[in-house]
């Protein structure tokens, strides 16, 4: 066996699809040929638009029906164009988080890298969007090793994401080398990959890679399904391989109107996660990133979703509902209360302790109460 056709096939392969990339409204097929809001919007491009990229096997899952679920992500419309006055570039304020440049170290822990900010597909609901598709490419070789020293310089950090944009854009041999110098820098630390490859570009997951990526352990895998119709055959097999290279994977849903703001389709896509062995970790409420308002769900939307999912699936299947406050606040989990609040009391065997029972009500609504001793200081 010739040691070309080895390392060479499977690499050609996802690198011919990527090259199939489609990037302007006249390549996309006449069957899924452009809406009214969809032309609207390719017919004056504006400077400020995310920029428009879609692989034909994505493009493929589209079926019938203006809103349909994967045509929303992938295709732009001129709903874009309508920026809300507290809706901007940089929600979450990357920019004043950013110690080193693509580092945003917003937490204590952990930091997260914008290693590239080329993306297979670009999908509409970005909220990364002041970085993603500009064009400034892969990280050089001197900011990268800006980065690893601020790595070293930093022991508490004790996880580094590599995010973008999407890192796994980027050729074997690049994300090797970036690989390499973080573990040089930090032989421990552990490396959080986000990727939406599995799920847009799912050749992209092969043996080479899932083989560099376990050479590099610990390595964790986030990537973002976010309608069970995107579970196909072949982003299964992507999930699976790198499950059986070791690598756990996670998921991180967005919460998106018009494409799984229902509680059938998420209780579905994450019961079909957890068979898949990757674990629903974050459903994401949408920030608020500018020209996003058409995808937003309202809050309290949100939360009687994830309650009506919280009485009908295991916990495996559960996520953490989140939002990542605007302004820099990091994530907090929104979850609905079932603490009710607490009383006092005395013991309820006659005893004469003081005593605090915290009250709660159950997922089917009932009441119940935990009872603690009162502590006196
Ligand atoms: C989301 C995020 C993280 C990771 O947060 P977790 O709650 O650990 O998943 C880290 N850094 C930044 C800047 C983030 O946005
Ligand atoms: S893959 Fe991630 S960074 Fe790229 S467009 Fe989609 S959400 Fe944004």
Redesign the pocket.
Known sequence: MSKNSTCFGPFSSWMEERAKTIRRPEDIPLSIAPLRKERDFFEHPRKED?DFAVTPYYLSLIEEGDEDPIRRQCIPSIEERRVLPWENADPLQDLSHSPVARLVHRYKDRTLLMVTDE?????R?????H???GRRGGIGTSELSKVTEYLKNHSELSELLL????PLTLSDGKLQRILEEVRKARPGIVIRL???LPV?LPARINKELTLMLRSFSPVYFVT?FNHPREITEKSAAAAASLVEAGIPVLNQA?LLRGVNDNTAVLGELFRRLVALRVFPYYLLQGDLAAGTSHFRVPLSRGLEIVSELRGNLSGLAMPVYALDLPGGGGKVPLSENYLLGKREGVSPRGGSEKMEFFRFTSVEGGEFEYPEEKVNN
């Open positions: 995310l993306c297979a597909v670009y999908c609901h970005c909220f990364r969007r970085f993603s598709g995010s973008g944009g999407d986000a990727s939406r847009v973002q967005v």
